[in-house]
């Protein structure tokens, strides 16, 4: 570093610095800037005045490749990559100019300003107060990046001229605003999206930002004209004010728009109040209050509206028609009591089931499972790295036009406790205690004929001809049922010399069940001929021991990998089960024979039916494994009832017929199977299957594939399931889902999908749940289309846009056939706003809706 010299101030004298220290530099824009001291005082020593009368923090630093004194005009000069450096701020430019009678900065040549939170600010020629507090600027630019979502976001500020006023607050004349990053290759090409302004006004301390006369331009075109807006800039999370509006459409509601308002009432509280206008139904109200606390959260929601055109929906028992007042009240909470144990609970009340759907509210109580309904549940739960404890009530609201409230369980509750330990050390292994305890009442039983009639209309909340077993069905009993169940188990693995691994296992099972049975009423008079009612409380023991063998044979070659065939035995000895048709059968009624469950100790769902007699499983599985990473596994087996009942062809006895028509109701079951293949990370196919022991012929199967090529990503399934008479299912349900989708470009997305009804008989499939009048599914070659949704998407860092259309021929949950169509649009321009419409063409009876 070269250091100048001769700094005499003769007046007239023009003289320059050439690669001064900044030290000295510093010292002299100080001697400039400060105000008069007395002559004694050296330049150090003024320096060292003002660090000491304002602090380290207004210490100024400056760095130049030169310093140019006019004494004539009273300036001093920076010339030559100027940075000055006050106060956390950075001033950058070619030049910089100090008037020592106005006190003013001027910066020109590449100059910008840096803040303190990383805002950049550019412009052509800046005009500032000596603090760089106050000013004007020329060709502005503002460049400001923060986190939102987890994600930075870059926002943009430009206009011809600005006036800087307390290094707080930016007056954009004839602004612009943007998040869009500016094209590489042709800079001034315009943003995809910009507000444009007569005035745009960021104040810091606020932290908002203002427009006045605004114009939102997509691509430099205008497209919608704004007086008056305004909103929290980027760096906010929290703001009282308007939200992005959101849109309604439909045949029964008419148009309306939503523009939801929210207030922050406080850091960890909040109010947002939707206030919706609908053209046919009138004024709807929304209502969302959250609140966080120390050891959790909970939120209240609630929405309500009085009718206009009750007309519009169809009477009561298919629809709301009847109600003038129509809401929903809904409530979320989680709490947690330490780092194991938390409670909460998700409750939601409404005053008829079609409200959700018809008023688009999005509930978070509606589960998203092949029938809709809507679940409420109080918890506690608790887990470690060997236990596991969840206690819970259920309230089900049925949401669908069959549904019958009074056939709905309220469970009361449900506990489950799971714990695993180390088995003492005289017996080693793996000891597991389970425990479940079941509580529920019902007002009316449910029953279902079986089998089922194809061409019969059988009312909305189903109904037998007969009510006996043989002829019916008991899916749910009218009462009170309570029951408990604890088990221990235990189960060591041994490996001998030759590798083959033995594993030993023992469980001992009790439940005691109490029932207090209602039979009282036209349908719940039947009960007694399904269960037993006399006796209020029965108990049920389950002793069983077993023993598993393997024996993997593993081949490894230099070019077709590790290849390893393992055969699997078991055998388990129990008595017979007990209580068959005695107790009710609530939680074991899903009963699937696949490779999932074929070496299970109990095949059984639930706790309500347990397997009992002495079985073997077994069967082979091969697995090879590539040097390259492709994997492949087959799996093949069997099972066979060796001695004792066979619980799974005594369904006959139970309430529901479980175990019928599993392919485990005979001595020999069904053979089962896998077949998995993944020759890459791109591509993958399972496929399923259960066929019968003396034919072979296909029972169940169940086929997924998916394919990730470049820019194309594809899921296809396929399942094919036989009819199940004595389950109410009298038909071959056959299905085929097809989803993809394509990159266009980094940031355009095509997606689609299709389902298939593919079973044999299109007319009888559904018809014994509703009317058939409404047969217009699709016909295409590969059947009859159930459901199709298209869509695209445009995402990049500013702006996000999707459109998609639905159709859906058919409910499921009803087999009412009519077209359900829905388009659904969002815009969102990243840190201004998000608007959506969802526009229904077409509404199924399903929505209680008048056609």
Request: glycine residues 10%; aromatic residues 12%.
């Amino acid at each position: 570093m070269i250091r100048g010299s001769g700094l005499g101030r003769n007046k007239g004298m023009r003289r320059t610095i050439g690669m001064v220290s900044s030290l000295a530099i510093a010292a002299a824009l100080l001697s400039a800037m400060l105000p008069a001291v007395a002559s004694a005082q050296t330049l150090n020593e003024a320096l060292q005045a003002k660090v000491n009368q304002s602090g380290e923090k207004d210490k100024l630093l400056v760095e130049a490749g030169q310093i140019v004194y006019n004494d004539d005009k009273n300036t001093v000069s920076a010339i030559g990559d100027v940075q000055l450096h006050y106060q956390g701020r950075t001033l950058q430019a070619d030049e910089v100019i100090y008037d020592r009678g106005t006190k003013r900065v001027f910066a020109k040549g590449n100059a910008r300003i840096t803040e303190t939170d990383g805002t950049v600010v550019t412009g052509d020629r800046f005009e500032l107060t000596d603090d760089f507090k106050d000013g004007f600027i020329d060709s502005l630019r503002v460049q400001r990046t923060a986190v939102m979502g987890g994600k930075p976001v870059t926002t943009r500020f430009a206009a011809p001229r600005a006036e800087r006023t307390g290094g707080e607050t930016m007056v954009f004349e004839k602004g612009t605003y943007t998040a869009c990053e500016p094209c590489a290759e042709n800079p001034e090409r315009p943003p995809l999206w910009q507000v444009r302004a007569a005035k745009i006004i960021h104040n810091n301390t606020e932290r908002m930002i203002y427009y006045e006369d605004a114009t939102i331009e997509f691509a430099g075109i205008p497209l919608a004209y704004i007086p008056y807006i305004s909103s929290p800039d980027p760096t906010v999370k929290r703001k009282t004010g308007f939200l992005a509006p959101h849109y309604l459409a439909s045949s029964a509601l008419g148009y309306g728009v939503g523009l939801p308002y929210f207030i922050n009432i406080a850091p960890n509280m909040d109010l947002t109040v939707t206030p919706t206008v609908l053209t046919r139904q009138g004024f709807l109200g929304e209502v969302e209050w959250r609140h966080r606390l120390l050891n959790g959260s909970y939120n209240i929601r609630a929405a309500g509206i009085f009718q206009n055109d009750m007309d519009a929906f169809l009477p009561s028992p298919l629809g709301p028609g009847d109600e003038r007042f129509r809401g929903s009240i809904e409530s979320t909470g989680r709490f947690f009591i330490n780092q194991q144990w938390q409670w909460g609970w998700d409750v939601a009340a409404m005053t008829d089931k079609w409200f959700f759907q018809n008023y688009k509210i999005k509930s978070e109580s509606i589960s998203g499972t092949y029938f809709r309904e809507s679940t409420s549940t109080v918890f506690l739960t608790g887990d470690s790295e060997t236990g596991f404890f969840d206690l819970r009530g259920y309230y089900f609201k049925g949401l669908s036009s069959t549904d019958w409230q009074k056939q709905q369980p309220v469970v009361h509750p449900v506990l489950d406790y799971d714990k695993r330990i180390a088995g003492p050390s005289w017996l080693g292994g793996e000891v597991t205690l389970n425990a479940n305890v079941t509580s529920l009442t019902r007002d009316q039983a449910y029953f279902q004929q079986t089998p089922a009639p194809l061409n019969n209309y059988l009312g909305y909340y189903g109904n037998c001809t007969h009510f006996v077993k043989g002829q019916c069905i008991m899916q749910g009993v009218a009462g009170t049922y309570s029951r408990a169940t604890a088990e221990v188990s235990w189960r060591r693995t041994f490996i001998d010399p030759l590798g083959q691994t033995w594993t030993p296992f023992a469980s001992f099972r009790m439940d005691g069940t109490w029932l207090k049975a209602d039979i009282n009423g036209p349908l719940n008079q039947y009960v007694p001929n399904f269960v037993d009612t006399n006796a209020d409380v029965l108990g049920r023991v389950m002793p069983a021991v077993g023993l598993e063998y393997r024996f993997p044979l593993v081949s490894v070659t230099d070019t077709l990998g590790t290849h390893t065939i393992e055969p699997i035995a078991q055998i388990i000895a129990r008595p017979n089960e007990t209580r068959i048709g005695s107790l009710p059968n609530e939680d074991s009624q899903s009963l699937v024979f696949d490779d999932t469950t074929i070496f299970e100790w109990n095949k059984f769902s639930g706790y309500d039916r347990v397997e009992g007699g002495v079985r073997a499983n077994y069967g082979a599985k091969y697995t090879i494994t590539t040097d390259k990473g492709g994997y492949a596994d087959l799996l093949f087996g069997q099972s066979y009832q060796v001695a004792g009942k066979n619980s799974f062809e005594q369904g006959y006895n139970d309430p529901s017929n479980t175990g019928l028509d599993s392919g485990l109701d005979k001595r020999a079951s069904d053979y089962v199977g896998r077949v998995h293949v993944a020759p890459d990370p791109m591509y993958s196919v399972t496929a399923r299957g259960r066929f019968d022991q003396e034919t072979f012929a296909l029972k169940r199967l169940e086929v997924s594939t998916n394919l990730n090529f470049g820019k194309l990503s594809t899921a296809i399934t396929y399942g094919r399931y036989a009819a199940q008479p004595n389950l109410a299912i009298p038909t071959r349900r056959e299905g085929l889902l097809t989803s993809a989708a394509y990159n266009i470009t980094p940031n355009w997305t095509l997606t689609g999908s299709v389902l298939f009804d593919l079973n044999g008989d299109k007319n009888n499939t559904y018809n014994f749940y509703a009317n058939p009048v409404a047969s217009n599914y699709l016909r295409t070659p590969f059947g009859n289309v159930a459901s199709t949704s298209v869509g695209a998407m445009y995402r990049d860092e500013c702006t996000t846009f999707a459109i998609s259309y639905s159709n859906t021929y058919n409910d499921p949950t009803t087999g009412i056939r009519g077209n359900n169509q829905t388009i659904l649009v969002r815009l969102e321009l990243a840190t201004f706003g998000a608007a959506q419409l969802s526009q229904n063409l077409g509404t199924s009876t399903q929505d209680g809706v008048s056609q």
